[in-house]
């Protein structure tokens, strides 16, 4: 299958833009640490309806200017076609070529009134506009996202992405390996022949990582739960715990001809530089 076995393989780090001075020092040292490991780009969040878009924008700049490529994250919820044709600009403008494009979610609670209604519509959008300038990534669901009506639903809808004009796709997070293969087959089955590369979440601290999940669909098979709730608060046992799980789960996706990992760091390097020197990759 051509995204499993025909493409180079890419290793990535995602990163969200610290809102302090603070945070943006330990980023800096943070990307320094990453760097170290040669991933192929850093990529860095969006905030949906436009509420991080200067630091987005800033922190890919930064990231630049300490020699590494960076891609920033662009979401069109709750935006209109000229609000994103002068980010997309502004991202040209400043020699970015490389982005992922997200519907994103807005927090419960905000109306959403915009001009696009899913991300296939962005990337549609975004190809009209400036054509081929930006190399795109989209979002996939091996466990389906949450909010689609049914299972066929969502690959119908991530299809209508690829033909968009995707060029690559970052997976949510998961940590049930079979998921991932499942959908990669059904992509396979249906023609889409883009690289699907795995979204890896380190777990440090469990109750975050329950957090999350709940938020976005991402299930943590029942083993792994009552492993991680026996631990309590040793805090210790759980890391070590959760970085033996992420990082067989790494081991099985690259053995079984993932085509990279893209890790989501949290904006720690701790974890991820752990899970990779046991990796040896
Ligand atoms: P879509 O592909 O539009 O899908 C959303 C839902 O609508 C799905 O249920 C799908 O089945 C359905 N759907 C899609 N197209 C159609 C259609 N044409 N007709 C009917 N139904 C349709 N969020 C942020 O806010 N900022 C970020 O920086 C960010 N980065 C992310 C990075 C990655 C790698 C991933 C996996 C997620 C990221 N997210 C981010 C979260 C993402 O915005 C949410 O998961 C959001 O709910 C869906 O975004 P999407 O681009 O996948 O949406």
């Known amino acids: 299958m051509q995204s499993r076995h025909e493409h180079p393989r890419t290793f990535s780090f995602e990163f969200f833009p610290p809102n302090t001075p603070e945070g943006a020092e330990k980023l800096r040292a ?27 924008l800033g922190t890919v700049l930064d ?12 979401s069109c919820v709750a935006s209109t ?5 002068e980010m997309l600009q502004r991202y040209k403008d400043n020699g970015i070529k490389h982005l992922v494009a997200l519907r994103g979610d807005l ?3 905000i109306a959403a009134a915009g001009e696009f209604r899913y991300a296939n519509e962005l990337v549609s959008f975004i190809r009209e506009e400036f054509g081929d300038h930006f190399h795109i990534e989209v979002a996939a669901y091996p466990e389906y996202h949450p909010q689609a009506k049914s299972a066929q639903d969502d690959l119908a809808n991530f299809k209508r992405k690829v033909e968009a004009g995707a060029n690559s796709a970052i997976t949510q997070y998961f940590y049930n390996a079979e998921a991932y293969y499942h959908f990669v087959d059904q992509c396979e089955a249906m023609n889409i022949a883009i690289p699907i590369v795995p979204g890896i979440m380190p777990i440090g601290r469990f109750s975050q990582l329950a957090r999350f999940s709940d938020a976005c669909g991402a299930e943590i098979p029942r ?30 996706l690259l053995s079984n001809s993932a085509p990279g990992l893209h890790f ?6 701790g974890l991820t530089t752990t899970i990779w020197q046991r990796l040896g990759i």
């Open 30 to 56: 943070a990307t320094q640490q990453l760097a170290q490991l040669k991933p192929k780009f850093f990529s860095v969040t969006f905030g949906a309806g436009g509420s991080t878009r200067e630091r987005t």
């Open 63 to 74: 990231i630049r200017a300490q020699g590494y490529a960076a891609a920033p994250h662009i």
């Open 81 to 85: 076609r000229a609000s994103v044709r």
């Open 107 to 109: 927090p419960s609670g």
């Open 223 to 252: 083993w792994m739960r009552n492993k991680f709730e026996s631990y309590g608060d040793d805090t210790a046992s759980i890391r070590a715990f959760g970085l033996d799980v992420v990082t067989k789960l790494c081991d099985d």
């Open 264 to 269: 989501y760091t949290l904006n720690q390097a």
